[in-house]
């Protein structure tokens, strides 16, 4: 931050982007980055991210998509990491509006909404939002649900008599859902919750 302060006081933030200004908002957002990424990184929950796209996210979080498109175009960026930043941006933004809609922490919906998103997408998401609800909620999935996985397999549903199908999704999503909830947790409870739930679709 500093250095981007240093920057931004010898007016070089203008030669990146004429419209790339170090206002006290971008300030704000870059503070909330700082402190939010030594929160995560204490979390020691081994997740690979790129801290410099959360802080670039952050330092161009006042420019529009147009700017942004432009800014590009100048550097004559090639770096695929760098053009994703107008998807990444959009993604933010559909998230944060998805989450904002979110009337209680339900998991799975808090999964469905934020585990297609890279970590510097919900780490930028964090810092940007002024929603306490938001934050939380964003911690809870870094915290409790990424990388939640089921144990059943294709072969085990086969072995239990079901066709291979649609149902297999549905079936997978099912237990998914169940165990976000905490309605199942080991490999028995799926097994069971299948036979309770999908028993009579089994072919006979």
Known sequence: IGVIERMDGYNL????????????????ILK??????????????????KPWRVY????????????LDNLATRMQVQDKEILSMLSDRQEVRQA???????????NYSLYRILSPLSPEIL???MAKTKSEKIKRFISTFFTKL????????????????YTPGRLFKDIFESILEAKLEGDVSTREDEIKFVKDRFGSLIDS
């Open 13 to 28: 933030l203008k030669l990146v982007s004429p419209g790339l200004r170090l206002t006290e908002e971008v300030k704000n």
């Open 96 to 106: 944060l509006k998805e989450l904002s809609r979110l009337k209680d922490k339900k």
């Open 32 to 49: 909330e980055i700082k402190g939010i990424l030594v929160w995560f990184n204490l979390l020691y929950l081994n997740v690979i991210y």
């Open 146 to 161: 990424k990388g939640t996985e089921i144990f059943i397999k294709g072969k085990d549903l086969i072995d239990m008599g």
């Open 56 to 67: 670039f996210l952050g330092l161009t979080s006042s420019l529009s998509d147009d700017a």
């Open 123 to 125: 780490l930028y998401g």
